[in-house]
């Protein structure tokens, strides 16, 4: 496709017809800041974050919603663009509750980072008290409504990423709020709890029940794995602090899930540190259990397959896997039990 050029604080650039300005930006290692803006969905420009200033234009301009053209000048830093950034942080922060002592996405809220990087150390606007009531009413997620700030990314998220299309903008002017269809609770509505909104807010207004109060971002340290619930193979952060894990969120530029993650890959990590989890092999003697070595335990295994494959044939033995492995675990169970075994018997926990 032809490229087009533009000159981005007073370099010249090339970029592709219909690009947005923030994507020429970004790709040119140009810092806009953004609350509202998730990647791969419809740009709103509702949080006038990412303003900037084009030569000719009457107004500053959401870059993340403006489409970039040939011939633009355009500046992200002039003194226009920068008191209108500091201003529209100050009107979120007067929007709400933002509290940053007692808020649980203080050290990794996208609001409090700007509110630094603008030098924002009062705000001058009166602060709004229309509060609507904290929704703690399911076991996943925490709505404080108190700390939203309308940016829409719970919205897109839901809408346009999982296709969930369980909750949107509802009421009007100062009334104005996220709600479900009939502005029911998150446990009586559409929601299926993925999380993808808790991901996705900027925020503290959507966080996570169970990791409330168990350790700030700073605190934690992040470790990648696969999610162990299906063969999918999603990526996932372990949030991990004194070797407890205390959230989990999907890992956004990486394959296949690209930060998606279902309710139980996000919310059901209580398993790995149940004290009733099994950590030795166990076998029965005389009817009753007792911890036995890996070696211990094989070997009775084998020993009882040989025995019912004498006794009664190969397909008197059958197997039956688990999603929780890898594939390519799986594919060496059903080889062991055609080949090594001899028979067809062989099943899937996942398609039960």
């Known amino acids: 496709m032809a490229k087009a050029e533009l000159t981005l604080n007073g370099k010249k650039v090339s970029f592709t017809p219909g690009q947005t300005i923030l994507e020429v930006c970004q790709q040119n290692g140009v810092e806009v800041p953004t609350l509202c803006h998730l990647a791969g969905t419809t740009p709103t420009g509702a949080c006038r974050m990412c303003l900037v ?85 399911n076991p996943f997620i925490v709505r404080d409504f108190s700390r939203c700030i309308l940016c829409g990314r719970c919205v897109q998220a839901c809408n346009e990423v999982q296709v969930n299309r369980a909750i949107g903008f509802g009421y009007r002017g100062t009334e104005a709020k996220i709600v479900t269809a009939g502005d029911q609770p998150y446990i009586n509505s559409d929601c299926v709890f993925c999380g993808e909104c808790v991901q996705a807010c900027p925020v503290g207004a959507l966080t996570e029940k169970k990791a409330r109060g168990k350790g700030r971002s700073w605190e934690t340290r992040k470790i990648r794995t696969t999610c162990p619930y299906c063969g999918v193979g999603c990526q996932m952060w372990l949030h991990v602090k004194d070797n407890q894990v205390v959230k989990v969120t999907g890992v956004e530029d990486a394959a296949p899930n690209y930060g998606r993650l279902c309710v139980k890959g996000r919310f059901g990590y209580d398993f790995v540190q149940s004290p009733e989890r099994l950590t030795t092999p166990l076998i029965k003697v005389r009817g009753k259990f007792k911890q036995a070595t890996w070696d211990e335990a094989l070997d009775l295994v084998a020993a009882k397959i040989k025995a019912a494959r004498k006794e009664k044939g190969a397909n008197a033995v059958a197997g039956l896997t688990s999603a929780r492995v890898t594939n390519e675990d799986n594919y060496l169970f059903q080889k062991l039990m055609r080949v090594g075994v001899g028979t067809n018997n062989v099943d899937h926990c996942a398609r039960l």
């Open 53 to 137: 200033e084009v030569k000719g234009a009457r107004t500053l301009v959401a870059s993340c919603a403006m489409p970039a053209g040939d011939g633009q000048v355009i500046e992200t830093e002039s003194e226009k663009v920068l008191i209108a950034r500091k201003l529209n942080v100050e009107l979120l922060l007067a929007s709400g509750h933002h509290n940053c002592l007692t808020c649980e996405a203080n050290g990794d809220c996208k609001l409090q980072a700007l509110a630094y990087q603008y030098g924002v150390e009062s705000v001058r606007f009166e602060k709004s008290d229309r509060y609507y009531p904290t929704e703690d009413d």
